[in-house]
């Protein structure tokens, strides 16, 4: 017990490095800004970035995908005038299945930021929108039990999980996470996430057309 709590312990900081590596360069991701937290006082977060709202509702990649420092990010979409949300990530390198008591503590999370959060984060267009909420996404080693997955389905908070196993967990510790070869073995993307997705999307449109009709 006390070797596998050592061994996890060894593995948390260059796994959150992989996983931000991987998040940033995933075609289903392409996470923006990714910045490590973790730490003392980190609340619960390890990782902060922003995420497209485009690739909330249009995921692109499929389980089973492979990323290391040396993958270049493929090429993406024109999003540079798109709204981004922010999100919050969870990394688990537990050496058993997460369960629905982490998924709990990330929705606890969420909500805490939400309540701290400023009363509009979307872009300038989009003025008149309402508080976005954080999105959350756990990422985990050996991935989720059923009881988590149904957890995160039914949540009314916008969640991703995202099993990333990694093939050779001593290499990834010895280098620092930069060589991990993580692997996507599944992920799971609720309905709130979806929607979060459709709703920014429409009202930055609509934001975009207002401002057209102004200036005619």
């Known amino acids: 017990?006390?070797?596998?709590?050592?061994?996890?312990h060894l593995a948390?900081?260059?796994?959150?490095?992989?996983t931000g590596l991987f998040l940033a360069q995933s075609p289903r991701f392409r996470l923006k800004g990714v910045v490590r937290v973790g730490g003392a006082g980190d609340q619960g977060i390890d990782l902060r970035a922003n995420w497209d709202a485009a690739h909330l509702t249009s995921p692109s990649s499929s389980p089973r995908t492979r990323a290391s420092a040396q993958t270049p990010?493929?090429?993406?979409?024109?999003?540079?005038?798109?709204?981004?949300?922010?999100?919050?990530?969870?990394?688990?390198?537990?050496s058993s299945r997460v369960g629905p008591s982490t998924v709990r503590e990330l929705e606890g999370t969420?909500?805490?930021?939400?309540?701290?959060r400023a009363p509009s984060h979307l872009s300038?267009?989009?003025?008149?929108?309402?508080?976005?909420?954080?999105?959350?996404?756990?990422?985990a080693l050996n991935?989720?039990?059923?009881?988590a997955i149904r957890h995160a389905r039914s949540s009314r908070l916008p969640l991703e999980l995202v099993h990333l196993a990694v093939p050779d967990v001593g290499s990834m510790v010895q280098s620092g996470?930069?060589?991990?070869?993580?692997?996507?073995?599944?992920?799971?993307?609720?309905?709130?996430?979806?929607?979060?997705?459709?709703?920014?999307?429409?009202?930055?449109?609509?934001?975009?057309?207002?401002?057209?009709?102004?200036?005619?």
């Open 177 to 216: 996470g930069d060589q991990a070869g993580v692997e996507m073995v599944s992920t799971t993307r609720n309905d709130a996430l979806e929607g979060l997705g459709r709703e920014v999307l429409l009202a930055w449109r609509q934001g975009a057309k207002d401002a057209d009709e102004k200036g005619d």
């Open 143 to 147: 991935g989720f039990s059923d009881a």
């Open 110 to 116: 969420l909500l805490a930021q939400q309540r701290r």
């Open 12 to 18: 948390a900081r260059p796994y959150e490095r992989a």
């Open 73 to 94: 990010p493929s090429p993406t979409p024109s999003t540079s005038t798109t709204p981004t949300v922010p999100v919050i990530i969870q990394c688990k390198a537990e």
């Open 124 to 139: 300038r267009r989009v003025s008149h929108a309402p508080a976005m909420p954080h999105v959350g996404v756990l990422v």
């Open 1 to 8: 017990m006390l070797k596998r709590r050592a061994a996890t």
